[in-house]
């Protein structure tokens, strides 16, 4: 038996997998995704809500976003397909001196990167999103280049298009050894079959920590769950995703914004996190993100929930993304933990990660290189998760 | 229009209200839905699509869809679930509804829990029989159902039930079962019973989230759940198939029977299960004309004493044919048929095409039973019972209910004894499919009373032994399901003429041939469930035999409503001897009536509709899945199929079903994750608020319960 030989082999077609293999593919290499699950994005990558921004507080993500939002954005045009892009950027809210400040604070990093945020008081934050409660507001920020999309849609756009540029995929398929030689990759073995690759990148989301076992590393990527839900269609009334980074008993964040089909969708972060690959629906989360959120917005009060899911957050120990190349063995490339926005890095990131395969990384690539370091002391924790 | 008289029902109406559609002033009563209001005054199309701008009206007339959705005193409601209110300005949705604005956040309280022996989802009769075996043993135990009434579907058949008259009430009508079975439930204290509300998850830390009274998000802990919240009607792809009256029989019968509205002119009915064929015969209790029915198999899959029932009052039956087609201009105003081969594709040629203003779709039930699986998935003990377990007549479901609170009460530790050997042997033969027929030589005696027993299949059936004073009914007691034998004849006794056989068989299948008087033209009794008023003396109508050939015309010589009886009415018709062993029964409908169009008519739109929420067609689907696509859940997240109001009830069969047609073996296809909510409820109801219906201050809130 012959084995089929492939430039990259990513495993998982997921929220990172599936926009890598585009960016791969559409740059000549010869690309194989396996995933154990019968399609495209049934991991976490159908569980976000589908929010990008650019807006974040450390350079490597800002810049892989900014690049996700100029291909999100301008997808339509580019591909065809409509992925629900919606640029209604993002609000982020505060009702507490405490969230201002912190806000404030961290708009002067965002400002010195060139992020589109401002901070506007309540009377102008009610003018961009009439809707809040007018009751408490200080005011937020908000940055209007921000937006979201249809990670269904989006997901499955990535893929059409990366088989159009020559990608392979294979579901229902499970890696079950990755071929090592002279501490080289050499290849991928599955409870199917095998494939010869130079490169295999682990993209498996919430599951790297098992994959990375087949070739003896540790990677310190554990899930945790949050739970989300969505509404019934209505005209459409909001064009701001709203976050909320007040702590409440039993939860961090919560954010909302709707789609551009008139749903609303919205998500909330447990705190104390809730640790595992447990994605079964609970009691709690109704209940909890719905208190909030008809206080912050009480127009959300007569709005129907259609439907609530459990997704996973692939956590890193610092909040932020690991990528880079293992040391040993050679030609084996991580692009995990990244912590719930595979989905918003997905894009900019498979550009990188083509651009490290082909060693075209610029100046710029190696300083977000540098910051999402596998091997990085993982002290600081991120201001804004 | 409404019902002014029921031949079953009692038609009592409170206090009229007047509201506006579309700005015409529109009259109500209280405790009707908005659907019936408007079903009522003649309004079939409710607003339009927001994607292809298809007209949208009622469908499932049970809170599952939002098909019916209109726009109520400024308010997106669900016109099936909301009642109509004094002043009330209903518009239809047309697009995207807009939601209404709100400055400050409702009045929120603490949420309530609730910790229960045992829960119990749906009031119907498997629920209810389990309440009793539960109730009579003392455990706490909560019954939730979704209606106002309890029930189930009971409370919307009219006729009198099959079964054992021992085990589970056979010969009395649904609607009185199901009187007694609330009653008897409402007298058990250790019993709680909820009425208007609905389950909505069955969560993975063994809590159950239910919307109470329709109006209060509550919390409950059970130590067992008990699953009896019946089936839900399968639908069909077909070009036309979501135009307003395309809908299934549950929708009808909750139209006709508990709103009392005659919801169709002219009504054609596909599939010939029970459930199609019940949905005929209260069509025409109702006045309403049945231009015919059909079928893809070649017999009637129901009982055979219902299909006799509908062919007997003249309407005809299309064994082996299919729907083409529903046409019309924004509604349903024409279906078009065709005969099928033997691998059921229809047969050029063989087109007709009717009038008709609605058509039924009942082609067969699934199990609701998405809680049982999550509560088994879940590790919180959990049971089935009636439909929700295994699809069957309610006369299985009020005996597997039986069964099932016996095996709760067993593992709470509160009953000691087994389930009775008996008891499952009863469980099984009540669910069993009719069996063989057959045919009973003709009586050779023409003299006395000679009872005629229209009675040829095998089904679980046994109220014709009970009621003879004689004891010369027989039907073996250790299998009920064999027909029914007359032992006068062996035995050398005579009939009396009691007519008790007549007035309880459930199929009026019994007559009685009295050639007392005059030997060659007796007389043939049969029970009549239609208004007394309808049918005079003297009167001459078409007598048909079993099967629904025309015998000829017979003269009425009686009309005897029965005192005490449960509204039948006896006739009593003068006959041929030579046909008077034959006669089963007198046309209702006449023949005119299910004439075909003198030529076949086309759709105007090529267009079949999977999932009705999302406007997903058949060919959509079929593409993907020609491309290879295998994961219902990745048809989903391309084509939204499934995502829509009712949560992929509808389609999630109807594309299993295309998936078969395509060659595709059932393991490789992925079946939708089911999640929750089993149904939409506002997001401030979670919070600890109300539902904007039960909101005093609400233009759309509850005018009073419907009764």
């Known amino acids: 038996m012959t084995t089929q030989h492939y430039d990259v082999v990513i495993i998982g077609a997921g929220s990172v997998g599936a926009p890598t293999a585009l960016a791969m593919a559409r740059d000549g290499l010869k690309v194989l995704v396996l995933d154990s699950l019968p399609s495209q994005g049934q991991g976490s990558n159908k569980t976000a809500i589908g929010g990008v921004r650019a807006t974040h507080s450390d350079v490597a993500k800002i810049r892989l976003c900014l690049r996700s939002l100029e291909i999100m954005s301008g997808w339509r045009e580019t591909y065809g397909h409509d992925i629900e892009w919606l640029g209604g950027g993002y609000v982020f809210v505060a009702y507490r001196e405490i969230e201002e400040q912190k806000l404030k604070q961290l708009l002067k990093r965002q400002h010195s990167y060139g992020l589109d945020i401002d901070w506007y008081d309540a009377t102008d934050l009610l003018k961009i999103v009439p809707d809040l409660n007018p009751d408490g507001l200080l005011g937020g920020t908000y940055s209007p280049g921000d937006g979201h999309c249809s990670p269904l849609l989006a997901g499955h756009a990535y893929c059409d298009q990366a088989k159009r540029y020559g990608a392979e995929f294979r579901f229902r398929e499970r890696v079950t050894g990755i071929v090592v030689q002279g501490g080289r990759v050499r290849g991928v073995e599955t409870d199917r079959g095998r494939y010869g690759a130079d490169v295999v990148v682990n993209a498996a989301g919430a599951w790297a920590r098992e994959l990375g076992q087949l070739v003896g590393l540790d990677h310190p990527v554990e899930p945790d769950s949050h739970e989300a839900g969505i509404t019934e269609q209505v005209a459409h009334f909001l064009d701001p995703m709203i976050v909320d980074i007040r702590p409440a008993p039993g939860s961090a964040n919560y954010y909302f914004h709707q789609l551009a089909t008139g749903q609303v969708t919205f998500c909330i972060t447990p705190e104390p996190p809730i640790v595992g690959f447990d994605c079964r629906e609970t009691s709690v989360f109704l209940p909890q993100v719905s208190r909030r959120m008809v206080d912050v917005m009480p127009r959300l009060a007569r709005l129907r929930v259609r439907r609530t899911w459990r997704g996973l957050y692939p956590m890193s120990p610092d909040g932020s993304p690991l990528v880079g190349w293992a040391g040993e063995p050679e030609g084996y490339l991580m692009a995990i933990g990244m912590c719930g926005q595979g989905f918003m890095l997905g894009p900019g990131l498979g550009e990188f990660l083509s651009r490290m395969v082909l060693q075209r990384l610029t100046e710029e690539d190696r300083e977000v290189l540098t910051e999402l370091s596998p091997d990085r002391e993982f002290a600081g924790v991120e201001v804004l998760k | 229009m409404r019902l002014s008289e029921h031949p079953i029902l009692a038609v009592e109406r409170k206090g009229s209200i007047r509201f506006t559609f579309r700005g015409q002033e529109l009259t109500g009563y209280e405790g009707e839905t908005i659907s019936a209001a408007l079903y009522a005054a003649g309004v079939r199309v409710f607003g339009h699509h927001p994607k292809d701008g298809s007209p949208q009206g009622l469908f499932c007339a049970n809170g599952q869809c939002a098909q019916c959705m209109v726009i109520a005193d400024g308010e997106p409601v669900k016109s099936c679930m909301a009642l109509v209110k004094e002043g009330m300005v209903v518009e239809p949705v047309e697009g995207l509804p807009e939601l209404p604005s709100a400055t400050s956040p409702p009045p929120l309280q603490e949420m309530e829990e609730v910790v229960v022996e045992v829960l119990i989802i749906g009031g119907g009769p498997a629920g209810l029989s389990a309440a009793l075996e539960l109730g009579r043993r003392g455990v706490r135990t909560l019954l939730v159902d979704d209606k106002h009434r309890l029930g189930g579907k009971l409370v919307l058949q009219t006729h009198r039930f099959f079964g054992s008259i021992d085990a589970v009430y056979a010969g009395t009508r649904g609607t009185d079962i199901a009187t007694r079975l609330e009653r008897s439930v409402a007298e058990l204290e250790a019993v709680e019973v909820w009425p208007n509300s609905t389950v909505l998850g069955v969560y993975s830390d063994e809590v159950v989230g239910v919307l109470k009274g329709d109006s209060r998000y509550v919390q409950v802990r059970p130590k067992v759940l008990l ?481």
């Open chain 2, 227 to 707: 699953v009896a919240c019946g089936a839900r009607e399968r639908s069909l792809t077909f070009v036309g198939n979501t135009l307003p009256g395309v809908y299934g029989a549950g929708a009808f019968q909750t139209l006709v029977n508990r709103d009392l509205v005659k919801a169709a002119d002219r009504l054609f009915i596909v599939g010939g299960g029970n459930v199609g064929l019940i949905a005929g015969y209260h069509a025409l209790q109702a006045g309403i004309e049945v231009v015919g029915l059909c079928e893809a198999m070649a017999e009637c899959t129901g009982y055979k004493v219902h299909r006799d029932k509908l062919a007997r009052f003249g309407v005809p039956i299309y064994t082996s044919h299919t729907v083409l087609s529903a046409q019309g201009d924004g509604r349903v105003e024409s279906v078009t048929i065709a005969a099928v081969d033997d691998r059921f594709q229809p047969v050029p040629g063989t087109e007709r095409s009717f009038a008709c203003d609605t058509l039924l779709i009942a082609v067969g039930l699934d199990p609701v039973d998405e809680f049982y699986h999550a509560a088994k998935r879940y590790g919180l003990p959990a049971y089935s019972a009636g439909d929700a377990q295994e699809i069957a007549e309610a006369s299985a479901a009020i005996f597997s209910g039986k069964v099932a609170g016996l095996e709760i009460a067993r593992e709470l530790g509160v009953e000691e004894e087994d389930v009775p050997a008996e008891w499952v042997r009863m469980a099984e033969v009540l669910k069993s499919k009719p069996g063989a027929r057959i045919a009973p030589p003709p009586p050779s005696d023409r003299w006395g009373v000679v009872p005629i027993f229209h009675c040829s299949e095998e089904i679980p059936c046994n109220p014709c032994t009970s009621v003879c004073p004689q004891e010369l009914i027989h039907i073996d007691p250790a299998d009920i399901r064999k027909v029914p034998e007359y032992l006068g004849g062996l035995l050398g006794e005579e009939c009396l003429g009691c007519e008790q056989c007549v007035v309880v068989c459930p199929g009026l299948a019994i007559t009685l041939v009295d050639y007392r008087q005059e030997p060659v033209q007796p007389t043939v009794t049969l029970a009549h469930e239609f208004s007394a008023g309808s049918v005079s003396v003297g009167q001459e109508m078409m007598a048909l035999d079993e099967e629904g050939a025309l015998l000829g015309p017979v003269e009425v010589v009686e009309v005897n409503p029965i005192p005490r009886g449960d509204r039948t009415v006896l006739l009593k018709l003068r006959a041929p001897a030579e046909v008077a062993t034959r006669l089963a029964g007198v046309q209702v409908q006449d023949a005119w009536t299910s004439e075909p169009l003198p030529e076949v008519l086309e759709p105007l739109v090529d267009e079949q509709v999977v999932c009705r929420c999302e406007r997903v067609t058949a060919g959509e689907v079929r593409d993907l899945i020609r491309r290879g696509y295998r994961d219902m859940n990745e048809i989903k997240a391309v084509t939204r199929a499934g995502m829509g109001a009712c949560g992929g009830k509808t389609c999630g069969t109807l594309i299993a079903r295309l998936f078969r047609e395509e060659g595709v073996t059932e393991e490789d296809v992925v079946r939708f994750i089911p999640r929750p909510l089993f149904v939409e409820v506002p997001l401030g109801v979670f919070a600890g608020g109300t539902t904007p219906s039960d909101d005093p201050s609400s233009p759309s809130g509850k005018g009073g319960s419907p009764s």
